[in-house]
Each structure stands twice: as C-alpha cells, then as structure tokens.
C-alpha cells in the first residue's frame, strides 16, 4: 500500500502563519539577561484592574462547566454600556474571530474583500481562507485613503475592513470622510470598521460610530476588551452589528466559543471604567513625550491616536535594529525597511527603552 500525505487547500498554503515573538522569559534566558520589557503587542502595560482580577479569582472554580454560550449577562452589560440593545451586539474570542467569522458568514469563491495596505494583518487573511480576492489599496502618507478605496469598490466587492485608528500606523479616518464614504458603498457590501484602539482616540475625530450600524443596514463595528481594558490574556471583543449579521454570526460561530473568565472578566471591567481612564491617560501622555524624544534621536514618526508609535527609524535594517535592541533588554516589532511600532508602556519602561535606543544608535555610528 502506497502511503499518501493529506491535501491542503491551496488557499491555505497561501496564508502566512501569524508569528509569535518569543516569550519575555525566553528572550532573556537566552541572551543572559534580566529585566526585558515587552513593547512589542500594543498590550496594557497596567494590566486589568484590580476589580477584574478579584472576579476571576472567585469565578475560578466554574472551569468545571461550560460557560453560557450566548454571553446573555456580557451582551446586556453591553447593551447598557453602548445604549443599544442587547440583540444588536456580537461577542468573540477577541474581535479577530469575528473577522474571521464574518468571513465565513459573506464570502464565496471569487468575491472580493477591499482594505488598505499597511494594515491590520487578519484582513488579509479572512478572504485568502474563502478562497476570495483581497483588494488592498496604498495608503497616502500612512492614512487609509478612502478616495481611492472608494475607486476600488466593484461589484465583486463583499467586505471592507477598515481599521479605525489603524493598527499599524495610529492614525484615524475622520467621521465626516468616514461617512462620505459609507455613503458611496452599495448596501450588499459589509463595511467593518474595526475600533480596537477606540478608546485611545480623541473621541472628538472619532464620532460615534456605532450610530452608523442603525442608520445603514451593512455596518458592523468591532472592539475589544484586550487594549485599553487589559484583558488580552483572556482572549474577548464585541461588535455592534445589524439584525442580518447577528444571525449569520450565531449560524457559524462555535458553541461555548467565550469562555467564562472571559465574560466574567469583561463584566467586571466595565464596572472599572476609572482603571480603563487611567489606562487611556498613561498611553496618552507617553505617546506624547515619547514622540518628542523619537524625533529628538532622528525617528521620523507618526501621529498617533493609539496606544503604539509607529516610526521610521533613523537606520535602514529594522529587523537588525530590533535584535539589538532585544539584547539591551527591550523587545519592538520591526516592519519592512526601517519602520518599528512601539508600544507605550509605564513610564519607568518607555525611559529604558529610550536609554536602550541611544546605546543602540550610538553603537552603529561608532
């Protein structure tokens, strides 16, 4: 008997895997060292508030059962939370599976999924795993132009991701263009404007999105407990969406697919919105006095509305950049060219991340 291999999707072959950076302890059991700070993942350097962790605490002991599969007691805290009403509202295990499942919900063979270049990385492969076309459109000095997305649109085009502040440049589209531009979607096209950075942004260029899901029946708008709430570890994002995509989501979501932390934690964490403040106000002010001294060592940055900084670094190899930053202890996410995202933590750490930036830059002039 002649032994085969099992076939892959083609499609599948197409995706490039995510990849992981390496544990913190990891890093530094293999380079000797103590102490490396993680700015790399756009993760709350505060954490969850203390409230959360309480919760958790207690709710420890229901591992044991399933945890309810609808989020009834999550959803209507939503519910209160947004003014909306509880049916309206989708919960994920984090907002990229209702990317995902929003794709396996809209797209067939052939249809088209239209995002920008520069962009959040599921995007790209939400229409690759449907065996769709994917559609990016450049960005215009790292701002998602919608003119030219506009322009793209075909009669093909199922979906539109829109990343709002975009991750990973910061920057925001403005609620006036935002809206010209809905205007100009036909309504069998979804929009998804993805908010994961929502609460980071200046909620006066911002506006309030989820008004647009009543008045258009093809808006879907998603956010997440993982950023400004903490709870990355627990793995939980939310979205407002019309009646339409509510159902299609219930029909090809998987059951028990939040687990209990996860609704518990993000109950608890709505409570705590003084910690979500406080979180917001330490991103804010170290976006700001970080990016003044990124430039003061040559990075040319962008204006951001989140809790990262995405520059051009004052080198041209970022990849070589960021390992030896890692051996100074401080762990970034480099991109193509010399471009690096930097997450904004305490600031005990942005200041050994800035030390740790002079000593490397220091080093390739020497």
Do not use: W
């Amino acid at each position: 008997m002649r032994l085969g291999q099992p076939r892959v999707r083609a499609c599948v072959r197409s995706i490039q895997p995510y990849q992981p950076g390496k544990p913190v302890e990891e890093v530094e059991r293999e380079l000797g060292i103590r102490g490396a700070v993680k700015l790399a993942s756009n993760e709350n350097p505060l954490g969850p508030a203390p409230l959360v962790i309480q919760a958790l605490k207690q709710a420890a002991g229901l591992a044991g059962v399933y945890p309810d599969a609808g989020c009834y007691y999550l959803r209507q805290a939503l519910g209160q939370h947004l003014k909306l009403r509880a049916e309206e509202i989708i919960i994920g295990n984090g907002s990229d599976e209702l990317l995902v499942l929003l794709g396996l919900a809209l797209l067939e063979p052939g249809d088209e999924v239209l995002t920008s270049q520069m962009s959040f990385v599921v995007y790209y492969s939400v229409p690759r795993l449907m065996n769709a076309k994917l559609i990016a459109v450049p960005m215009r000095n790292y701002q998602i132009d919608l003119e030219a997305m506009a322009r793209a649109l075909t009669r093909k085009t199922r979906i539109i991701f829109i990343a709002n502040p975009n991750n990973p440049t910061g920057t925001v589209v403005a609620p006036g263009s935002l809206r010209k531009f809905i205007e100009k979607v036909p309504g069998k096209c979804l929009v998804v404007l993805d908010e994961a950075y929502y609460e980071y942004a200046d909620s006066r260029i911002m506006g309030q999105t989820p008004d647009l899901v009543r008045e258009r029946k093809n808006v879907v708008v998603l956010r997440t407990f993982s950023k400004a709430y903490g709870l990355a570890g627990l793995r939980i994002g939310y979205g407002v969406a019309p009646k339409i995509i509510v159902d299609a989501i219930e029909r090809v979501r998987e059951p028990f697919n939040v687990n209990h932390l996860a609704q518990i934690g993000a109950r608890a964490a709505l409570k705590a919105r003084g910690h979500m403040r406080q979180s917001v106000e330490l991103a804010r002010a170290e976006r700001s006095r970080m990016g003044k001294a990124l430039a003061g060592m040559g990075f040319k940055t962008v204006p951001s509305q989140t809790n990262f900084i995405f520059a051009q670094a004052p080198i041209r190899d970022s990849q070589k950049f960021s390992v030896d930053l890692m051996r100074e202890g401080i762990i970034i996410r480099p991109f193509a060219g010399s471009h690096v995202r930097i997450t904004m933590g305490t600031r005990v750490q942005n200041d050994k991340m800035i030390r740790a930036v002079k000593r490397v830059l220091g080093n390739y002039i020497n």
